[in-house]
């Protein structure tokens, strides 16, 4: 079994990452923010605020991996009002809670969507190597200045289609990491044994090469 976990700041390239890894250790890639962003959306959707605790507990709880998937096609799982939102709720203590569970469950027992079980996952999130899975067999923070992963975000929403600027782009992020850095209960900060990876100078293949570079020196006790 192995356990690897990647945390870091919004569209810092964790989830390039995190997709890589997974197909060369043949592991299940596991998208944290995705359950985040599922509760908050549906918040929205219920014309809820996301940060009444007790309706966000209550979603949470009654979260399922269905329902995560029916969520994540409508056009606003992606977009900056879906990335509001799971902030907004992810800085709730009881929607944290509601949602461990399930994080730590999956690390004891991964499977592939089809059921098949899997040697290990990949985490990708902002606790996943501090309070999920604080045993994992490698970590990584993976980081990149505000201005290039602004750059990266609005790129991609330009490519779906999404109508934004730059420089909102910039502001939402900004907004997003101090909520995330600052909440009291698991905040996005990097684990004492995580590996640093910062991808501001580099394109997706030399992340990838250098983060499996570090893995191997690690498995091999370097
Ligand atoms: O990674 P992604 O941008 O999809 O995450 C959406 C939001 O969900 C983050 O801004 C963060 O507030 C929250 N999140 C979290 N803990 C995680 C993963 C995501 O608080 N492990």
Redesign the pocket.
């Known amino acids: 079994m192995m356990i690897i976990t990647i ?1 870091g700041p ?2 810092a390239g ?2 390039t990452l995190a997709a890589a890894l997974a197909k060369h250790y043949k592991l299940v890639y596991f ?7 599922a509760v ?1 959306l549906g918040m929205v959707l219920d014309g809820l605020d996301p940060e009444n605790e007790v309706a966000a507990e209550q979603k949470a709880k009654e979260l399922t991996f269905e329902k995560m998937m029916a969520l994540s096609t409508h056009q606003d799982f ?1 977009s900056d009002i ?2 509001r939102a ?6 709730l203590p009881k929607v ?1 809670a509601a949602l461990l569970k399930m ?1 730590q469950d999956f690390s004891k027992n991964p499977v592939f969507p089809d059921g098949t079980p899997a040697n290990g996952a990949v ?6 190597g501090t309070v ?1 899975c604080p045993h994992a067999d490698i970590k990584f923070f993976v980081t990149a200045s505000a201005e290039v992963r602004a750059q990266r975000r609005y790129k991609e929403f330009l490519a779906k289609g999404i109508q934004t600027t730059y420089e909102k782009v910039l502001a939402d992020m900004a907004e ?2 101090k ?2 850095s600052e ?1 009291a209960t ?1 905040p ?1 900060k990097p684990a004492s044994d995580a590996i640093f990876l910062d991808t501001s100078e580099m394109d997706a293949e030399a992340e990838v090469f250098t983060a499996i570079k570090e893995i191997e020196r690690r498995l091999a006790g370097i």
């Open positions: 945390d919004a569209a964790k989830g998208d944290t923010g995705m359950l985040y962003r908050g992606r879906g990335g799971a902030s907004k709720v992810s800085a944290r994080q985490y990708d999130g902002r606790d996943t999920v997003r990491d909520r995330d909440r698991a996005l």
